[in-house]
C-alpha cells in the first residue's frame, strides 16, 4: 500500500501561481511513477502530468509551459509548479502513484484530492 498527502491548493486570482505538493510513503517501489491528475464538475478526470522515477515527464497540451512537475526521490515528494493560472485550471487535483510507469503499471493509488480555484 502506498499513501499519498496531497497539499498546496488554493484560491488564486487568473496569472498567479500555486504549488501543489504529494509525499508518498508505505510500499515505494524504485521503479514508479507519479501525476497530477484533475477532474472539473461535470468532467471526466484528466491527466496533467506525470513523472516517472527515473525523470521523464508528460504534460496535456494546456498547460505545457505554464506548469512544471518535478520530484524529489529522497523525499517521495512530487510537486507541481503551477504558474499562469487560467480559470479553467479550476478543479480538484489529484495526486497518483503508480507501480511501473506513466502508462504501463500493476498497482495505482490516488490521494484524496485538493481544491485548487481560479478567479477570472
Do not use: H
Amino acid at each position: 500500500q502506498v499513501q499519498l498527502v496531497e497539499s498546496g491548493g488554493g484560491l488564486v486570482q487568473a496569472g498567479g501561481s500555486l504549488r501543489l505538493s504529494c509525499a508518498a510513503s508505505g510500499s515505494i517501489v524504485s521503479r514508479n511513477a507519479m501525476g497530477w491528475y484533475r477532474q472539473a464538475p461535470g468532467k471526466q478526470r484528466e491527466l496533467v502530468a506525470a513523472i516517472t522515477s527515473v525523470g521523464t515527464t508528460n504534460y496535456v497540451d494546456s498547460v505545457k509551459g505554464r506548469f512544471t512537475i518535478s520530484r524529489d526521490n529522497a523525499k517521495n515528494t512530487m510537486y507541481l509548479q503551477m504558474n499562469s493560472l487560467k480559470p479553467e485550471d479550476t478543479a480538484v487535483y489529484y495526486c497518483n502513484f503508480r507501480l511501473g510507469g506513466i502508462y504501463y503499471y500493476t498497482e495505482e493509488f490516488w490521494g484524496q484530492g485538493t481544491q485548487v480555484t481560479v478567479s477570472s
